[in-house]
Nanobody
Framework: QVQLQESGPGLVKPSQTLSLTCTGS??????????WSWIRQPPGKGLEWLGAIAYSGSTYYSPSLKSRTSISRDTSKNQFTLQLSSVTPEDTAVYYC???????????????WGQGTQVTVSS
């Protein structure tokens, strides 16, 4: 029922800010009690959780990336965004947005995923 779609530039230069948007359909990002997450997968590596924004608007971030990560939302467009600053080639990955099962807490389990979008950090 819920569909998610990532969008944004596929190429970002080192030291710049990576910006991606996830657009939802079939379900509101303000609906109790879900969380909306960003996850990435570098080439040949596993999934890495970056952060999430709750139905309430509260945000949560991976400790390892918190200093560089910002998640926000536009409820009028049913969108939430990821900004990752000061990127390096190590940030190259497929980036996904997904709905966390939530129920008031971050479960790190997801029932709906976007298709993912490749982001390459290179000069």
């Amino acid at each position: 029922q819920v569909q998610l779609q990532e969008s944004g530039p596929g190429l970002v230069k080192p030291s710049q800010t990576l910006s991606l948007t996830c657009t939802g359909s079939g379900g509101s990002i303000t609906t109790n009690y879900y969380y909306w997450s960003w996850i990435r997968q570098p080439p040949g590596k596993g999934l890495e959780w970056l952060g999430a924004i709750a139905y309430s608007g509260s945000t949560y971030y991976s400790p390892s990336l918190k200093s560089r990560t910002s998640i926000s939302r536009d409820t009028s467009k049913n969108q939430f965004t990821l900004q990752l600053s000061s990127v390096t080639p190590e940030d190259t990955a497929v980036y996904y947005c997904a709905r966390d099962l939530g129920v008031g807490v971050l479960n790190r389990e997801y029932d709906y995923w976007g298709q993912g979008t490749q982001v390459t950090v290179s000069s």
